[in-house]
Each structure stands twice: as structure tokens, then as C-alpha cells.
């Protein structure tokens, strides 16, 4: 890894700090802050706004970059993007750039997929990323350096980024303080200034963690992998509920949205007779009934890695008709990006495990 510290990885503060220390005035500070997250400038020779000296010693002092794009992948639509990122130490994550175009009501959403670990330490058995095991929580500019690539991408064809999910590889209620840093700069009206409610965390619920989250009152959305709606069939996918049965996570969603007033939201990928039955969507409804929620619900994308097959359009209808007549709204998602197996971790898994094309349910 380079020795030269990730300029990324700072904060407004520590950056102003080290400004002084060189001997500059406080408004270098703003001038380098607005450059790299309202620029979005990438290179130390970019900053034009700056002395030739101070573009010198930024860059002999800091690292601008630690994602190195490796492989891109774009859908036959145009409209889903992902691309595998190498980072210093070897190891790689994903990315995956949505597109939305104004006729299914989302007024041209542009939706930034982003990770938050290298591999991922919950196991879940459809997941490529899960079955890669952990390798390593990503750092504060590592998260964020993922969107701002993509902004300069978009920004360059007069768009850009409007929605953000923490739904890649990894969990990131387990690299906690990490991805509440990384929302947190990209929400600074001073730089990125993407508002919170444009932000969606996934998780596979961590229980102590949601109810930081909770006491905290974050305004970003919050998404619950739920895929089951008894602990057998969620322990026997979902290793996490093993130690956080469906009952106690359920009642930190109510807490959740008693303290927040916030909707919350359950995901569920749908696999073909294993929890798309009329039986699961009942006891789904039951769970639910009373909480202010949203359901989405998801095919599964049949995979070499999992044996599940996504359920027939028969058996969705099915499930959202009864959640529906229960009083539970609900989403089918369109699947995105199939052909380029958008799934995360698959290309991560790829590089590393030449031959296997596992797909993944990102949380
Ligand atoms: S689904 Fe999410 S939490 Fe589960 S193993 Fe995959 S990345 Fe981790």
C-alpha cells in the first residue's frame, strides 16, 4: 500500500489541520474541500483554484485514489452499469450504477449501488460476496471514493447521482462507524451534498446496531433483508439469525419506526417453493401487521452457487395479492441488469475463483 495517506480518508477538520501546519490560510481548506467532493475534481492538477506549490505539495503528501476500475460491465439497456474496483492491498469490490428512465414514475433516478466491506462476514447461502468469507472492512474514503467516480461519470453527460444504497458487497451496520462517516461526508451541504433521505442502508439485521441506528434518529432509509418469516427457513439461509431470531429483530424495527417515524423496509428475493408459498406471505403479513413498512420483493436470480430457482410470475402475484389483502404495501422489483449478473460479488468472485459464477442477493 502506498505510504502516502488517502486524501479521502480525512475529514474537513483534519485536512484544514494540516493547511495550517503547511502554513496556509483557512480558506485552502474550503478551496481543496469544494474541489474534491463539489468539483469532484480526482488529480492534484485539477485544483486550479490553488498556487502551483500548494497542487505540489498536495500531491507528494496525499494519495488521490485507492479504486482502481478493473472491469466494467453494461447491461444490453444501457441502463445498469458495474464495475469491479482493485484496491491497493489486492483485494477488489463492486459498484453498480442504475439507471432509471422517467417512465416507470422514478423521474430519472440515478441510483449508486456502493459496498462497505471487501468480501462479507454474515454468510448468507445465495450470496456470492458471503460465500467469499471477509477479508476487510473498506475505510471512509474507500466507501465514498465509489460514488464520487461515478458522479464524475455522470456529471460528464450533465447528470448526476440521486440515490444512494448500501446494498453491495458486505454488511454495513458491521462496518458501522465506517459507512455512518461516509453518508455523513457525502451529505455535507458544504461538498457532495446529497440530502439523507437519498441514502438506503441494508442490512441483514444486526440487532444492536439498528438500535444505535435508532437512538441515533438517522434520516436515511433503512432496509431489512428479511427473505423468511420463520427462524427455520431464515436460519437455514440467513446464518445471522441464529443469534438474532425474526421475533427480537422485528421488535427493533417497531422501535425503530416508533422513535424515528420513519417507514422501514423489508426485502425479500423470492425462491421458487422455498418462501414464496402462500403460507410465507401470511405469516410474512402477520409479522408485519400494525408496523409501518414497505415490502419489496425480488425473483431471485437463479445461480450455479445456490441451488434456489427464482419463482414463477404466477407465484409473485401470488405472495403480493395476499400482503396486499393483509394491508402490507408491496413492491415487485424489476430485476436489473441480468446480463451482466448485477448481483454483487459475482465479479469479485470471479477474478478470484476463476471458473465459478456464483450470483448473489446483495442484503
Ligand atoms: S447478502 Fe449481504 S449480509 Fe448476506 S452475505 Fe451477502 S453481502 Fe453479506
Known amino acids: 500500500m502506498s505510504e502516502r495517506p488517502y486524501i479521502y480518508d480525512f475529514s474537513q ?4 489541520e494540516q493547511l495550517r501546519a503547511w502554513g496556509q490560510p483557512a480558506y485552502r481548506g474550503a478551496q481543496i474541500w469544494d474541489g474534491l467532493y463539489k468539483q469532484l475534481w480526482a488529480k492534484p492538477e485539477e485544483f486550479t483554484s490553488l498556487s502551483k506549490e500548494l497542487r505540489t505539495m498536495l500531491s507528494e503528501h496525499y494519495r488521490f485514489t485507492h479504486l482502481k476500475p478493473s472491469i466494467t460491465l453494461n447491461s444490453s439497456d444501457k441502463q445498469t452499469h458495474k464495475t469491479l474496483f482493485k484496491l491497493p492491498d489486492g483485494n477488489a469490490i463492486e459498484t453498480v450504477l442504475m439507471r432509471y428512465d422517467d417512465r416507470d414514475g422514478s ?8 459496498s462497505t466491506q471487501a468480501g462479507c462476514a454474515m454468510g448468507c447461502v445465495f450470496c456470492a460476496t458471503g460465500q467469499m468469507g471477509f477479508r476487510r472492512n473498506l475505510s471512509v474514503g474507500e466507501i465514498v471514493e465509489q460514488v464520487l467516480y461515478f458522479a464524475r461519470q455522470l456529471k460528464a453527460e450533465g447528470e448526476h447521482v440521486t440515490n444512494v444504497v448500501l446494498m453491495g458487497m458486505g454488511e454495513p451496520f458491521h462496518n458501522y462507524k465506517a459507512s455512518l462517516a461516509a453518508i455523513a461526508r457525502l451529505n455535507d451541504p458544504k461538498g457532495f451534498g446529497l440530502g439523507s433521505r437519498h441514502f438506503t442502508i441494508s442490512t441483514v439485521g ?24 420463520d427462524d427455520e427457513l431464515r436460519a437455514s439461509m440467513l446464518p445471522v439469525n441464529q443469534r438474532y431470531p425474526i421475533k427480537d429483530l ?3 424495527c417497531r422501535e425503530y419506526v416508533e422513535v424515528t417515524g420513519r417507514r422501514i423496509t423489508f426485502e425479500w428475493a423470492l425462491i421458487n417453493d422455498v418462501n414464496d ?22 425473483p431471485l436470480n437463479p445461480t450455479r452457487g445456490f441451488a434456489g430457482k427464482r419463482s414463477t410470475r404466477e407465484r409473485v402475484a401470488e405472495f403480493r395479492q395476499i400482503l396486499e389483502a393483509e ?26 475463483h476463476k471458473g465459478q459464477q456464483p450470483i448473489q442477493i446483495s442484503n
Request: proline fraction near 2%; hydrophobic fraction near 40%.
Open 277 to 298: 408459498t402462500p403460507e410465507q406471505a401470511r405469516k410474512l403479513a402477520a409479522l408485519l401487521r400494525g408496523l409501518n413498512c414497505h415490502v419489496n420483493v425480488i
Open 250 to 252: 422485528i421488535q427493533a
Open 327 to 352: 394491508g402490507i404495501s408491496c413492491t415487485v422489483r424489476v430485476r436489473r441488469g441480468i446480463d451482466i449478473q448485477a448481483g454483487c460479488g459475482q465479479l469479485a468472485e470471479a477474478e478470484g
Open 13 to 16: 477538520e483534519e485536512l484544514a
Open 206 to 229: 444486526l440487532i444492536p446496531a439498528i438500535q444505535r441506528y435508532t437512538k441515533e434518529r438517522h434520516q436515511m432509509g433503512l432496509a431489512i433483508s428479511l427473505h423468511a418469516a
Open 107 to 114: 423521474q430519472g433516478r440515478r441510483t449508486l449501488c456502493i
